[in-house]
Every structure is written in structure tokens, then in C-alpha cells.
């Protein structure tokens, strides 16, 4: 089925052009897009002119639009020469193509066209898609001549006359073209051709005739003519032409990036380039946003209120329909709150501010004094300035007296770099209890230094077990919850050995002591504790490098004996030889290693030098979707968490919001451009919905969607500002959560330094020298998160496990039917560049194409003649490769994509199994079921390795005489091989094997060669097995 698609572009105005022509210049554009052209008129003596012209073009691929970019060239036109030279372009990737309706006009700076050239001003554009099929695209135009190309005012002079499109002396020349389908108009066409075979300029006529497309003049009867053309075209319709197009990684419209060109506080964004705009200050990322903040720091001289004489007081904070409280104290007439709260300055509706004390109660709070000010009077505070010095308020009662104490306040306005935003409760449409402020504000963590903790068991002496036996002895080794144990050993004595080695996660600040435990399994299911010691990790040697740790003697003491008194008397001479470190040379994993944040090894001392500073700014979230429910309508209380290196951050949280505008910006120290940021935005928990308004805090924190970002495919000091797409994977299928608005920016400090991490190893050199297992980097990556989430959920507010775990990709390692189909698509992705060479020389040598296997023939005869031109033509090959790709280089960063996730084709089964629980939950059925779809795959995995075992077994019995038939035949070639070789020259052999293998299909047959038929012919070690 034919797609509608088509892209319209406005050529509305261009601003600030380079006169060429005494201080002016006579500009026109030139749009090109999926290899169509299109031109506006010319502008004399104009260097800002203004078109307002619109054109469509066809698009032939809409699974690729991706890939395409619309090329703007404004032109200058030198009438006398009948020249044309170029004043600057404007390039706009597919990626930032938007509907019609939200596409809105556009200033983009004009760039050079080569190196030399110079360009300067702005050209505007409107740039949408459309879909709508009474939209008749142009075809391509053809070359003009500028000299009796009529200039503006007879343009102007012309627009009162509508001439006939079909008269043979037409006059003027075709500038703007709207399409008529041939097969559509045949009678029209014909009856234009005699008029539009004559040359309509003094140049030879070109090969194609123009009689293939009716032309006619802009102006009013430009648009007349469009209209009536519509309506003809709409009453014969012609055959369709359906293009058909293979599956690539594309994915639908609406879950594609968008690139944004929003006004941030260091100015305009338009194109990866910022144009300046105010003074920027240190939130030049961010959009700036004015804030009211009020400052409520303490009271006194409170009057007593119940008839015991005590007070509970708190504060209630009015600003038209917002209201904010702080929390109260229990029986103080002195209370001290020091809390800031912020109210944004685009939705004050009121002129002046209410701040009332009141007296906590049991039925109904008690007035006891308030204070008005008048927001037209609030001072601005622009950092650095100092903080504003607070105030004493005399309390006004009901009754009008100013004697019910005095209130400490200060109120100013200001913006994001105000020292107060992060820790202010921000202002929502929903009311937000006191005691859940804490959950709502926007902090930075720090995540926790974590260490190898190496542990030798090498053995243990003196060991008497608690019954007359002969015991069978293990040692058990504990850190906080990670339990590990050695296998049992038996000894005649009562010496035991073992020397297993043991790697456990600490973390700073050390908590924990290792525990060393040896005990007797007396039974199946039973272990009796011999002796036991504890180890601070805070005395423990701290090791660099792979050099050996000399092993240390431990005493054991008997199990539950804490008193030192006893213990001396205790005649138990048990000990245990271990060998234990810190490895401070490796870097814990606590993500997956595809997206790593950090590389860094532990110990400090190892580190490099930062290479550049990452920037982000988290802008807003668009679309999000319900997640509860509040008033009886959809809500969502949003913040977001971004994860890189050892920071953590989390934005404040946006209450009872769809549309929720964070406007935040924080900035991280890069040390290897290799790794990855991760941005995520969840539903906070803590503030309850209409569902859930009795519900305890220990519901989890909803995910919405999560970005990924790899810092090597950003360009140094450009901003990315884009929409991401929030992309959940439910059971039921993959899912749009919203968009989320992100401005990023990589600044490095030198790129030479940016250049040398490429030969840098990726990991620190101890995961070289003494590898880690895969099973051992799973089990410590489990343990790493673990610990994380921990130390994360003990800080205020809180990081929640889930948050931790998500962020973290935990599931990553766990089976998935759907990322193994990906997987398998991506490698045969990756494989097929090989493929298609592979069939392309299979064509060469079938003489499908004739000149070409000529061609390639020449080729080979002189690589053959003069062997040193190869490498330096593979070498070129691949160097004018990559320049032909330069104009196709992805201009975004990448996003996750349903269409190789194979998230779009899963079925639901697939993904319920995928999000099933480990061990699992499911009934034993579906169980059952999905063990023999398992075993299904498995099989024909099973049968590729065979098969590409075989054939190298096959391979090794050429001469391992197996088949002796087979290998004398073969030492008979290789002989006979061999004496050819010694006196032929090289060149001979070559030329005579080449020709052979490119011979025309004439001379091949349709069964396979013989060397095939006897390589199939060997035997492999598929006899031997059962």
C-alpha cells in the first residue's frame, strides 16, 4: 500500500544574508530532500527578504526518513553572468520532522558549504509532515536562466493579469510547481506539448523535453490553478504504484526522537548551536524560571491558646490557591522551623501573600496571628548576592490587635541558581502534608566506595569437633548478608586444608565485620560451629596490585563466647590461616557492563585526570501517563533520577502533574567518554492517590521510562536538546509513558586527552592480570547493587530499592525469549555486510553483469601483478567509505528502539515469561509449556554447533588418517601441490586460480565441484556419539 507521507516545507523569510552586489544581493532558496529540488523566486536587492512560498515533496521511504536530511541553499544570483553563488545552508535531519501541527517557524543559522566559503544571517523555515491526500506533490525542476527570470516588481506588476496556462507565447518561467500525476492529465499534457516544446531559454535544449509537466507562473493564479488542478485530478483516478520496502531498524514515528529547539537560559538552541542570548549564568541549560520564595524561620512570644496553656504551633503559607504548611511542635511557644517554600511566579494569581500561625488542635485549629505582604513590594535576589537577611512580623489577630507575637520571615524572588531551590518545597495543585516534605525534594547522593574483599581459606589447625567422629569440616565466611562456604574436607588429624579463594563487596564506611566460621556437618541437614573469628575491615591490608599478601594465623574462640574473661580462660587453641585483602585495583561493578557509568578503580591513588564535564539539563516531561488517581481523574507525582559515575541525583517532585517542567541542571566530572548515562523518571509512592489514601509508604515507586546515553556518540561542546520517548515493556506489550525534554552538553578539556583513552584498556589493569570469572561478576554485581540500594535508602529522601534496581538493569541477566531473538537478529546484522559481498562476488563469478566481472577481472590481474597495492587499496577503500557515510552520520544520540528490542513482534506469552519471577511463579502447565518451547530452541541451536563442529572435525581428519583412502589422496595433492608451486611463479598460480574461480557459468556445472564432494566426504565425530 502506497504511504501519503509527505514532507512541506515554508520558505518563509531570511534575515542578515552577505550582499554581494553593491551592500545587496539578489537571494533565492533551494530545497532539496530524497534527491527532489525545489526553488523559490528571486529577491532583487534584498538581504532580508521574505518569501512565504510552501512546497511538498514526495517521500519514497518512510521507514527511512531517519537517514534523510532537507538541504536550504540560499543563492545569490549574478543576472549579468547568469551565475548563481552560494550565500550558506541549512541542514535538517529527518530526526526532528514533527506533524503539521506542531511545527511552528523556525530561525536557523546559515552554515558554509565547504571551508572556504563564508555565510552569515538566518533563514526561516517551517518545516511538518503531513499525511492529508489532497496534497499533490511536485516533481523535481529543471535549470533556469537567472537573466530573463523576472525580477520582484514584475512579479508585482504581473499578479493583476491571470494569463492562460495554455497560450504557446508564454512569457514567464516556471519558479514554484505543484504536481499533475501523468497518467492523470494525458489530455492536458498533450495539449501543452506544443507550446512547451519550444526552448524557453538561449541555451540548448536538454535531452528530456519539458512537455512532461505543465508549468505555470506564482502568483494569485498559481493558487487558482492548484485548486482547479485538485479538482480534475480528484475525478479520473490512475493506477497506484505501490513500493514495497524491507523491515530496517526503524520504528514508528512516535516513539522516534525529536529534536527541539527551545530558548534555555544561555539563549537560543537551534541545531546543536546555542545563540546567545542575556548574560547566561551557571543554569545555562535550563530554561530560567522565576520563583517567589518564603522563608519561614521561626516565632516568639506566642500567646497561649488552650485553657492547659499550651501551644502546638505550625504555619500556613497562602498565595491565592496554593497553600503550604510547615510542621508543627508539641506545646512551644518559641518554635524554630526554617523551612523555605516556593511558589512559581507564572502561576501567582494574587498580589499579595498570607502567612497565618496556627494552633494544632484536636477538632479544629485555632487562629492566633497572621501576616500580610504585599508581593508588589518583594525584593529580587540575584546570586551571588548574600541571603536575605529575614524579618520580625508583628502577628495581626482577628481582631485586629498586634499583639499576638511576631513571626521571623523573609521574602524574594529568584530562579534556580538560588542556594535555597534545592531544599524549598515547591508548590503543587495538590496539597502536600508536612511530614511528607522530605519525600518530594530534589537531592544529590553520593554513592558509597565499594572494595573487593579477597578472602584465601588456606587452612585450619588443631580443629577437635563436638562429637566423637570423624568430621567432615568446611569454613563458612560472612559479610553483613553475603554468605559464602567452602567444600568439607575429612582429615585423620586435626588439621584441615582447603586454599579456596573467596570475593565478597564491602562498602564505605565499614559496617561489618567478617566473620570466619568452621564448621562440622553432622548430619544432611545439620552443621555444628567449631570455632569462630571476627575480622574489622578497617585493619585489613588495602592492595593496589597483584602482588602476593602474605598470609596471616587467626585464633578461633568458641561459638557465643563474647566476655574477655572467658575467653582467656577458655583453653581453645584452634586457628585458621587466611589470607585477606582489600583489592583496591579493580572497579565494582554495580551495573550492567554494557552500561557502565564509571571505570574507575577503587582506590583513589589509581585515578586519571578528568577528561571533561558532562552537562545536563532535565528540562520537563510531556504526555505522561495516569499512574494513580486523584479527584477522580488520572494523576502522576513525578521526579526523575539520573545515574553517572559515583552521583546519584533526583529531581524535586512535581505533584499532580502530567505536564510536570523540572528545569534542572546538574553537572558531572568525566573521566572515560566510554560509558553511559542513565535517566530515569518514576511516580513517587509516598503521596497517595483516591486508591490508596490509607496506604503505608511501602508501596513501590512506579517506573515511567528510562534514557540511555553513551557520552563517545556526542560531539564535544554541542547541546542535544530532545524529546526522548518514555518506553516501558509491560506483559502486555511495549508502551509509551510520555516524553521527556533533556538538554546535554560534553565539553572536554582537551581533546588530545579525549583522543588517548581510545588506547586506554577500558577496565583498570587488575580485571587483566587476575580476571575475574563470569559467574563470580554476576554474584559480586548482585551483591554490589544490593548494597547500593541500601546505603541509597537510608539517606533523606530516600532512593528506593526499585528505583536502584531498575536504573541498575538487576533483570539484564535473567533468560528473555525476545532479547535472545534480538540478539540473534543483531549478530546476523553484523554478519550480513558479508553476506552481501559474498553474493555480490557469487553474481561476478555467474557473469550476471558482464562489465562489472570485466572490471573485476582487470582489478585482479593487477593486484595480482603488483601485490603491494593491496592493503593500500583496502585501506583507501575503507578510508572513502567513511567519507561517503560522513553525510549520513547519525545527528542524535541513540535511543532504545522497539524495532531491534523485537519489543513491536513478542507475543504476550513471550513477555509474560520474560517478566516472571526467579525461581518461578507460574502454574506447572505453563511451566511445562514453556520448558518445551525452550527445549525447541535449544534443539536447532544444538544443530548449528554440531554442524559447524563437524565440518571442523572434517578439517582435522585431511590428516589424521581416519579415512586412509581420503589422507593419501590428499598428501598425493599436497605433493603435487607443492612441486607446481616451486616452479611456477607466484603470479602464474594466482592468475590461473583466479580465472578459474571467476570462469563463465558455460564451463561450471550444476552439481558441486569436486573438492566440495570430497571435503563432505570425511568423517567427523558424529559416530561416536550417542
Known amino acids: 500500500?502506497?504511504?501519503?507521507?509527505?514532507?512541506?516545507?515554508?520558505?518563509?523569510?531570511?534575515?542578515?544574508?552577505?550582499?554581494?552586489?553593491?551592500?545587496?544581493?539578489?537571494?533565492?532558496?533551494?530545497?532539496?530532500?530524497?534527491?527532489?529540488?525545489?526553488?523559490?523566486?528571486?529577491?532583487?536587492?534584498?538581504?532580508?527578504?521574505?518569501?512565504?512560498?510552501?512546497?511538498?515533496?514526495?517521500?519514497?521511504?518512510?521507514?527511512?526518513?531517519?537517514?534523510?536530511?532537507?538541504?536550504?541553499?540560499?543563492?545569490?544570483?549574478?543576472?549579468?553572468?547568469?551565475?548563481?553563488?552560494?550565500?550558506?545552508?541549512?541542514?535538517?535531519?529527518?530526526?526532528?520532522?514533527?506533524?503539521?501541527?506542531?511545527?511552528?517557524?523556525?530561525?536557523?543559522?546559515?552554515?558554509?558549504?565547504?571551508?572556504?566559503?563564508?555565510?552569515?544571517?538566518?533563514?526561516?523555515?517551517?518545516?511538518?509532515?503531513?499525511?492529508?491526500?489532497?496534497?499533490?506533490?511536485?516533481?523535481?525542476?529543471?535549470?533556469?536562466?537567472?537573466?530573463?527570470?523576472?525580477?520582484?516588481?514584475?512579479?508585482?506588476?504581473?499578479?493583476?493579469?491571470?494569463?492562460?496556462?495554455?497560450?504557446?507565447?508564454?512569457?514567464?518561467?516556471?519558479?514554484?510547481?505543484q504536481h499533475l500525476p501523468r497518467d492523470q492529465h494525458r489530455p492536458q499534457q498533450m495539449a501543452a506539448q506544443p507550446m512547451t516544446a519550444q526552448p524557453?531559454?538561449?541555451?540548448?535544449?536538454?535531452?528530456?523535453?519539458?512537455?512532461?509537466?505543465?508549468?505555470?507562473?506564482?502568483?494569485?493564479?498559481?493558487?487558482?490553478?492548484?485548486?482547479?488542478?485538485?479538482?480534475?485530478?480528484?475525478?479520473?483516478?490512475?493506477p497506484a504504484v505501490a513500493r514495497m520496502y524491507s523491515a530496517g531498524p526503524q520504528q514508528p514515528v512516535e516513539f522516534q526522537l525529536k529534536e527541539t529547539s527551545p530558548t534555555l537560559g544561555g539563549g537560543r538552541v537551534i541545531g546543536g548551536r546555542v545563540i546567545p542570548g542575556e548574560k547566561a549564568g551557571a543554569y545555562d541549560l535550563v530554561e530560567k524560571m522565576q520563583y517567589l520564595f518564603v522563608r519561614v524561620v521561626k516565632a516568639r512570644d506566642l500567646p497561649h491558646m488552650d485553657i492547659t496553656g499550651s501551644l502546638d504551633p505550625y504555619v500556613e503559607v497562602h498565595l491565592g490557591n496554593y497553600k503550604m504548611k510547615t510542621k508543627y511542635f508539641e506545646k512551644n511557644q518559641k518554635p524554630e522551623w526554617d523551612e523555605v517554600f516556593a511558589f512559581p511566579k507564572e502561576v501567582m494569581q494574587s498580589t499579595s501573600l498570607e502567612v497565618v500561625v496556627k494552633d494544632k488542635d484536636v477538632v479544629r485549629d485555632d487562629h492566633v496571628g497572621r501576616v500580610m505582604i504585599d508581593l508588589n513590594e518583594v525584593p529580587i535576589r540575584v546570586p551571588p548576592d548574600s541571603p536575605l537577611a529575614p524579618e520580625w512580623y508583628r502577628l495581626v489577630g482577628k481582631d485586629g490587635h498586634r499583639d499576638r507575637g511576631e513571626l521571623m520571615l523573609a521574602v524574594w524572588y529568584g530562579t534556580q541558581a538560588d542556594e535555597c531551590f534545592p531544599s524549598a518545597i515547591h508548590a503543587g495543585s495538590a496539597p502536600v502534608e508536612s511530614h511528607l516534605h522530605n519525600y518530594i525534594r530534589g537531592k544529590v547522593y553520593p554513592a558509597p566506595r565499594m572494595w573487593y574483599l579477597r578472602v584465601r581459606v588456606i587452612e585450619a589447625h588443631d580443629i577437635i569437633p563436638m562429637e566423637n567422629h570423624i568430621p567432615d569440616v568446611f569454613v563458612k565466611v560472612r559479610l553483613g548478608q553475603q554468605v559464602l562456604k567452602t567444600r568439607t574436607t575429612r582429615s585423620p588429624t586435626r588439621n584441615f586444608m582447603w586454599n579456596e579463594e573467596m570475593m565478597f563487596v564491602a562498602a564505605e564506611p565499614f559496617e561489618d565485620d567478617l566473620i570466619i566460621s568452621i564448621e562440622d556437618r553432622v548430619a544432611q541437614n545439620k552443621d555444628e560451629a567449631i570455632g569462630e573469628t571476627l575480622i574489622p575491615i578497617q585493619r585489613l591490608p588495602r592492595r593496589p596490585d597483584n602482588k602476593p599478601v602474605r598470609p596471616a594465623w587467626f585464633d578461633l574462640r568458641r561459638p557465643g563466647m563474647i566476655d574477655p574473661n572467658k575467653l582467656k580462660e577458655d583453653k581453645f587453641y584452634a586457628k585458621v590461616s587466611l589470607c585477606v585483602c582489600l583489592e583496591g585495583g579493580y572497579h565494582v561493578l554495580d551495573e550492567s557492563t554494557q552500561y557502565c557509568s564509571d571505570l574507575r578503580p577503587t582506590m583513589k591513588q589509581l585515578w586519571k585526570p578528568p577528561i571533561g564535564l558532562l552537562e545536563v539539563g532535565i528540562l520537563s516531561a510531556n504526555g505522561l501517563n495516569p499512574t494513580k488517581t486523584r479527584n477522580e481523574r488520572g494523576s502522576c507525582d513525578a521526579y526523575c533520577v539520573a545515574k553517572y559515575g559515583q552521583k546519584w541525583v533526583r529531581t524535586r517532585t512535581i505533584v499532580d502533574n502530567l505536564n510536570p517542567r523540572f528545569n534542572e541542571q546538574y553537572t558531572w566530572e568525566v573521566f572515560d567518554h566510554g560509558t553511559v548515562l542513565t535517566i530515569g523518571i518514576f511516580d513517587n509512592c509516598h503521596i497517595s492517590g483516591d486508591s490508596n489514601q490509607n496506604s503505608s509508604p511501602s508501596h513501590m515507586d512506579k517506573p515511567i521510562g528510562k534514557v540511555r546515553i553513551r557520552l563517545s556518540t556526542l560531539e564535544t561542546g554541542r547541546v542535544y536538546t530532545h524529546t526522548y520517548p518514555l518506553l516501558v515493556l509491560h506483559p502486555s506489550g511495549v508502551k509509551k509513558m510520555g516524553e521527556l525534554h533533556l538538554a546535554i552538553r560534553f565539553s572536554a578539556k582537551s581533546l588530545l586527552n579525549v583522543f588517548f583513552t581510545y588506547s586506554?584498556?577500558?577496565?583498570?589493569?587488575?580485571?587483566?592480570?587476575?580476571?575475574?570469572?563470569?559467574?563470580?561478576?554476576?554474584?559480586?554485581?548482585?551483591?554490589?547493587?544490593?548494597?547500593?540500594?541500601?546505603?541509597?535508602?537510608?539517606?533523606?529522601?530516600?532512593?528506593r530499592r526499585e528505583v536502584v534496581e531498575y536504573m541498575s538493569d538487576a533483570r539484564s541477566h535473567l533468560w528473555s525469549m525476545r532479547r535472545s531473538k534480538a540478539n540473534f537478529f543483531r549478530l546476523m546484522q553484523v554478519f550480513s555486510g558479508f553476506i552481501a559481498a559474498g553474493k555480490w562476488f557469487g553474481d561476478v563469478c555467474q557473469w550476471k553483469n558482464p562489465v562489472t566481472t570485466v572490471l573485476v577481472h582487470v582489478l585482479f590481474v593487477m593486484l595480482v601483478f603488483y601485490p603491494d597495492l593491496i592493503l593500500p587499496t583496502i585501506f583507501l577503500y575503507m578510508f572513502l567509505i567513511g567519507l561517503w557515510n560522513y553525510r549520513f552520520r547519525p545527528r542524535f544520540p541513540p535511543h532504545m528502539n522497539t524495532r531491534i528490542s523485537c519489543a513491536d513482534v513478542s507475543n504476550p506469552d513471550e513477555l509474560d515469561e520474560e517478566f516472571d519471577t526467579f525461581p518461578t511463579s507460574k502454574s506447572p502447565e505453563l511451566t511445562r509449556m514453556r520448558y518445551d518451547r525452550l527445549r525447541h530452541v535449544a534443539g536447532r541451536i544444538q544443530t548449528v554447533v554440531g554442524d559447524i563442529a563437524t565440518q571442523g572435525e572434517r578439517l582435522q581428519s585431511l590428516l589424521g588418517w581416519r579415512d586412509p583412502r581420503a589422507t593419501s589422496m590428499f598428501l598425493l595433492l599436497c605433493l603435487f601441490t607443492a612441486i607446481i608451486m616451486y616452479v611456477t611463479p607466484f603470479q602464474v598460480t594466482a592468475l590461473c586460480l583466479g580465472f578459474f574461480w571467476m570462469r563463465h557459468p558455460r564451463f561450471r556445472h550444476k552439481v558441486p565441484a569436486a573438492p566440495v564432494n570430497f571435503f563432505r566426504r570425511l568423517p567427523a565425530k558424529t559416530d561416536s556419539l550417542l
Open 200 to 238: 524557453m531559454t538561449a541555451q540548448p535544449m536538454t535531452a528530456q523535453p519539458m512537455t512532461a509537466q505543465p508549468y505555470y507562473s506564482e502568483g494569485s493564479y498559481g493558487q487558482q490553478q492548484q485548486r482547479s488542478y485538485s479538482a480534475v485530478g480528484s475525478k479520473t483516478e490512475g
Open 760 to 799: 586506554r584498556p577500558l577496565l583498570p589493569k587488575m580485571h587483566y592480570t587476575q580476571p575475574l570469572s563470569i559467574v563470580q561478576q554476576e554474584m559480586l554485581r548482585h551483591q554490589a547493587v544490593q548494597l547500593v540500594a541500601q546505603r541509597l535508602g537510608r539517606m533523606e529522601p530516600p532512593v
Open 1 to 177: 500500500m502506497m504511504s501519503n507521507l509527505k514532507l512541506g516545507v515554508e520558505v518563509m523569510s531570511a534575515h542578515d544574508l552577505i550582499p554581494k552586489e553593491q551592500g545587496t544581493s539578489n537571494p533565492f532558496v533551494e530545497l532539496e530532500f530524497d534527491d527532489q529540488k525545489f526553488r523559490t523566486t528571486i529577491k532583487d536587492r534584498d538581504i532580508n527578504p521574505s518569501w512565504s512560498e510552501q512546497f511538498y515533496f514526495n517521500i519514497s521511504d518512510p521507514s527511512r526518513l531517519q537517514e534523510k536530511d532537507l538541504e536550504a541553499y540560499v543563492y545569490h544570483v549574478n543576472r549579468s553572468s547568469n551565475s548563481k553563488t552560494c550565500l550558506g545552508k541549512v541542514r535538517i535531519s529527518g530526526t526532528s520532522f514533527v506533524s503539521q501541527s506542531d511545527a511552528t517557524l523556525l530561525h536557523y543559522p546559515l552554515e558554509k558549504r565547504t571551508i572556504l566559503s563564508r555565510a552569515r544571517g538566518e533563514l526561516g523555515l517551517r518545516v511538518f509532515l503531513t499525511d492529508d491526500p489532497s496534497v499533490r506533490v511536485s516533481p523535481p525542476g529543471q535549470e533556469f536562466d537567472f537573466i530573463s527570470t523576472p525580477t520582484t516588481a514584475q512579479e508585482q506588476a504581473a499578479t493583476n493579469v491571470i494569463p492562460n496556462p495554455f497560450q504557446e507565447n508564454r512569457a514567464d518561467q516556471v519558479r514554484q510547481f
